[in-house]
């Protein structure tokens, strides 16, 4: 079983990705049992999602409205 650490920076990376199904099933696993790491997984999902949607130019007021957009994902329930 996976410890929340290793959970943590398997997601932050791209260890969630490219490991085996075996891998991604024992992440699926402790995501499903352990709130902290859940709700970990879905704020750098949403980070991700703002961030492919800004792109490479990043003018300022692109980059605030991606940080409320960003706020308003992180501020949802479940
Ligand atoms: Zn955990």
């Known amino acids: 079983m996976l ?15 490219t490991g ?7 992440i699926r696993l402790h995501l ?3 709130r902290q790491c859940s709700r970990y997984f879905r704020q750098i999902r949403a980070l ?10 990043f003018p300022i007021s692109q980059a605030l409205a991606a940080r409320d957009r960003l706020l308003a994902r992180l501020s949802r329930k479940p």
């Open 3 to 17: 410890n929340c650490s290793q959970v943590a920076r398997s997601i932050a990376s791209d260890e969630y990705r």
């Open 20 to 26: 085996g199904l075996l891998y991604r099933m024992s």
């Open 32 to 34: 499903a049992m352990c």
């Open 48 to 57: 991700g999602s703002v961030l492919r949607e800004v792109g490479d130019e």
